[in-house]
């Protein structure tokens, strides 16, 4: 008599900045994946500096990664021997940040006896649309988050081309200083955006940055000088949220579309923080693309999207990691 092939549920750890995020998926036999738990604890305690301090960091995940796990597995109604593999974000990121949930997710795997994952901090951004449809190869993916504005073509699963990235400031992190100097608090994405819905978004006619370039790069330090003059010359915070997020949508689809066009993929996936835009999302749907988001909650950093990469590294079966594998504050995603 053979065994009745049983679900894996998988545990994803994600502590690469600040952001303590635990999350747990199910992968079915027959490949479908279904997130069960998904918790964050976003740590308040560098609001006061106005940027996250990296030692604070590492600290605040020590302090909440037990409460974290214990609050994923009771809303999975799972326990921790239920568990039968362990991912967590090797990089890139803050490295003592890292290597909190590195750690911990080894030893977590080691004391369960079950396979460990290390992944990759954008892998997990992409796969966090994992939660909302069936990701194969080919397709692009547009990654944009505080820290990230990274195109990447994927021929194949598993390879990552990058066709286009930001050659200066990231877009989220373009929008929390356009809040930030129209006094309209932090994280900015969320504010802006709030502050958008009362304003005209042709109140301020900014240029589409890089328009007419024949590669697929953004730029958002220009529109951010742009929005500096543009609120010292009089214009409301209203009206600038909207003005801003207008060209700054409209940079990210108008590139993305154009690098479709280019590489003939059909599928977009477009995830990281700033994904979760309404304007954005959309803007993006009114493409005619197949755009796909992560589902809620699965935008900014999280531990669910770490357990979705984790399941789709099993699923195109590739090998555990070995637990001697250390964290990388840089790391490039493409292998090409
Ligand atoms: O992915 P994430 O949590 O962290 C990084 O890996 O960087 O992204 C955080 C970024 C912040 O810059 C935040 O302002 C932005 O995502 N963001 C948004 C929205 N919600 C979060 N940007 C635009 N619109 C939003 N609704
Ligand atoms: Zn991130």
């Known amino acids: 008599m053979t065994d009745r092939p049983r679900p894996l549920r998988i545990l994803g750890i994600d502590t690469s900045c600040d952001d303590t995020g635990v999350g747990i998926v199910e992968l079915t036999p027959d490949g479908r994946v279904t997130v069960l738990a998904n918790r964050v604890w976003s740590q308040a305690v560098h609001a006061q500096y106005g940027g996250v301090m990296p030692e604070l960091a590492s600290r605040e995940h020590v302090e909440r990664i037990d409460q974290i796990m214990e609050g ?47 992944a990759h901090h954008l892998e997990g951004h992409i796969f966090a649309a994992a939660s909302e449809a069936d990701l194969r190869a080919p397709f692009l993916a547009l990654v944009v988050s505080g820290g990230h504005t990274h195109l990447f073509d994927v021929p194949r699963d598993g390879e990552y081309v990058l066709v286009g990235a930001t050659r200066d400031d990231a877009a989220g992190e373009a929008f929390d200083k356009v809040a930030r100097l129209a006094g309209l608090g932090y994280p900015g994405g969320p ?60 940079t990210l689809v108008n590139t993305t579309v154009r690098a479709a066009q280019a590489t003939g993929r059909r599928t977009v996936v477009v995830s990281g923080g700033v994904a979760a835009n309404r304007a954005l999302r959309d803007a993006f749907a009114a493409t005619g693309l197949h755009v796909v988001f992560p589902g809620k909650g699965l935008n900014t950093d999280n531990g669910a999207m770490i357990a979705l990469a984790g399941a789709a590294a099993i699923q195109a079966g590739r090998p555990a990691s070995a637990l001697d594998g250390g964290a990388t504050a840089y790391a490039p995603l493409a292998n090409a």
């Open 72 to 118: 994923a597995l009771h809303e999975a109604g799972l326990s921790v021997t239920d568990i039968g593999a362990v991912a967590a974000t090797s990089g890139p990121g803050l490295v003592g940040a890292l290597l909190v949930g590195l750690m911990y997710g080894k030893g977590l795997a080691q004391a369960l006896n079950v396979p460990f994952h290390a």
């Open 191 to 250: 504010a802006i955006s709030e502050a958008a819905t009362r304003g005209d978004p042709n109140a301020v006619p900014f240029k589409e940055p890089l328009k007419g370039q024949s590669g697929f790069d953004f730029s958002f330090s220009g529109l951010k000088t742009a929005a500096l003059l543009a609120y010292r010359a009089g214009a409301t915070p209203e009206n600038l949220a909207a003005s801003f997020q207008r060209a700054a949508v409209q």
